[in-house]
């Protein structure tokens, strides 16, 4: 009998002949074709992928979705997050792991480390070209912990806690009792460590958090951030910008106000807020386009360098290059903090991390020097000996190679107590000015503070067509 097409008939019905009908089913529950996509949906485990929704954009998230065993990962879950990492890379999306562990499963033994050791190269191959966002909900113990050290950012709640070595195995080979919360707590991976560069207060604002970030970036590293225009027309000029820096030099001031000023409807997303707070770091939009902002905080410590300041600057750096984000540097640093625990502990090393990276940066670059700008500080926060594609200064820049009182014990340690005062007051009319470094060059010009907002949006809308020529290279090795 011929298959025919009749008007309201499928195709390959036979004509006169009542369709045969499939037995019932009652083999495992299917899946819910409304629901996000989910990969290896009924491999046993504590972790569960899916492809859903994350900032208005696709994200492979990976869940921590069982409590067994404290959620320890066996060899199916370190599977299951090195498919996800797979999946993120193929699909260029978003990797967002939510977790919550207390460890490789040790009654899987071996079988479970090799799951994990899979997991770790997956994200390791996932760095530079996806986000890789963390949000940690409860425990990370060992090998999921340093999962956490693999990604770009890490959000915890205060539920959380994270730490390579546990609290019995700190006592047993240091003598020392310590609790869950003083090892690993938030608090402590927020203000010492900096693993933790956004504190949530539950798992619900946790993903807000997430998605934000992910709408403030682009998907991967071959493509720019979404433009989203100002919600309010911005101002033209900002007369509050005129009298934020005090007249006294050893006067503070926040410079977060400085940020605000300058973002988009004045929102600012700052990162590792309490980690080196001498240093700002944070994400906003200028005229609609996704910006990193690196500024001194002469709030905390003047505004010195130390080994942390500088290696948050260095990481923020390399993570705003990675995904195409321009950066925006507000400079107002006297030096790097001194300390002979600081020399030995690397201070010339991790220095060089924050010069190397800013060096090292493809994106378009815009420095503005609000005050002090001294040594190899001012070397390292953007100079144009580092390649910033343009400088501003404020009338109010003091670009020198050191403070006043500094370059007279010098230059004229011999002079009298009584003329020390005029000496200060002449370096300080001749050298601690922006006029010098802008005749020379070094500084492209003098801006009223005012203007800073919309000279700043003008700069980054001219260098948005810039384009530079990579080395044909491995990989550098630079300072770690």
């Known amino acids: 009998m011929a298959i025919c097409a009749v008007p309201g ?5 036979v004509t006169g002949v009542a369709p045969r009908r499939a037995p019932p089913y009652h083999g495992p529950v299917l899946a819910d074709p409304a629901a996000p996509t989910t990969l290896r949906r009924l491999v046993p485990g504590t972790l569960r992928a899916t492809v859903e929704d994350a900032g208005g954009r696709p994200a492979v998230v990976v869940r921590s979705v069982s409590a067994r065993h404290r959620g320890a990962l066996g060899h199916d879950d ?63 113990l060992s090998g999921p912990a340093l999962l956490l050290g693999m990604a770009d950012l890490v959000v915890m709640t205060p539920d959380a806690f994270a730490f390579v070595s546990g609290p019995a195995m700190v006592e047993e080979f240091t003598g020392v009792r310590i609790g869950l919360r003083e090892l690993g707590g938030v608090a402590v991976h927020a203000r010492s460590s900096g693993l933790c560069a956004v504190e949530a207060a539950d798992e619900e604002e946790a993903w807000v958090a997430v998605e934000y970030l992910c709408g403030l970036l682009p998907a991967h590293a071959d493509e720019l951030a979404p433009v989203v225009a100002p919600a309010d027309p911005p101002p033209a000029h900002d ?12 006067s503070s001031y926040d410079v977060r106000h400085v940020v605000a000023a300058i973002a988009d409807d004045g929102v600012v997303t700052e990162v590792w807020t309490r980690w080196s707070p001498q240093l700002v770091t944070a994400l906003c939009r ?22 942390g300041a500088s290696q948050k600057g260095a990481r923020f750096v390399r993570f ?10 507000l400079v107002d640093t006297p030096g790097f903090l001194p300390g002979k625990d600081l020399e030995w502990r690397g201070m010339i090393r991790h220095g060089a991390e924050l010069a190397f990276a800013y060096a090292e940066a493809t994106v378009p670059r815009v420095c503005v020097i609000l005050r002090k700008a001294f040594g ?40 009298a107590p009584e003329e020390r005062l005029a000496l200060l007051d002449a370096y300080e009319e001749r050298f601690l000015t922006p006029w010098q ?31 530079e020529q990579l080395p044909g290279r491995k990989h550098t090795v630079g300072p770690m």
């Open 9 to 13: 008939m499928a195709i390959g019905t």
């Open 239 to 250: 007369e509050s910008l005129r009298t934020i820096v005090p007249t006294k030099a050893t």
């Open 437 to 467: 470094a802008a005749e020379r060059g070094f500084v492209d010009a003098v801006i009223d503070p005012a203007d800073t907002r919309s000279v700043v949006a003008r700069s980054l809308e001219v260098l948005a067509s810039a384009r």
């Open 376 to 415: 190899g500080a001012y070397i390292v926060m953007d100079s144009r000996g580092l390649g910033n594609d343009l400088c501003f200064a404020w009338p109010s820049a003091q670009v020198a190679v050191m403070g006043a009182e500094g370059a007279v014990q010098i230059l004229h340690r011999k002079a």
């Open 78 to 140: 370190g599977v299951t997050l090195a498919d996800a990492a797979q999946l993120a890379l193929r699909l260029r999306v978003p990797l967002v792991l939510v977790l919550a562990s207390s460890g490789a499963d040790v009654s899987e033994g071996m079988a479970a480390l090799h799951g994990w050791g899979q997991a770790a190269r997956a994200i390791a191959a996932c760095s530079g070209i996806v986000p890789v966002v963390a949000v940690l909900t409860g425990p990370a």
């Open 286 to 307: 200028i005229d609609g386009q996704s910006v990193g902002v690196v500024a001194n905080q002469p709030q905390a410590l003047a505004g010195t360098l130390d080994i």
């Open 320 to 329: 705003c290059d990675t995904f195409n984000l321009p950066l925006l540097t």
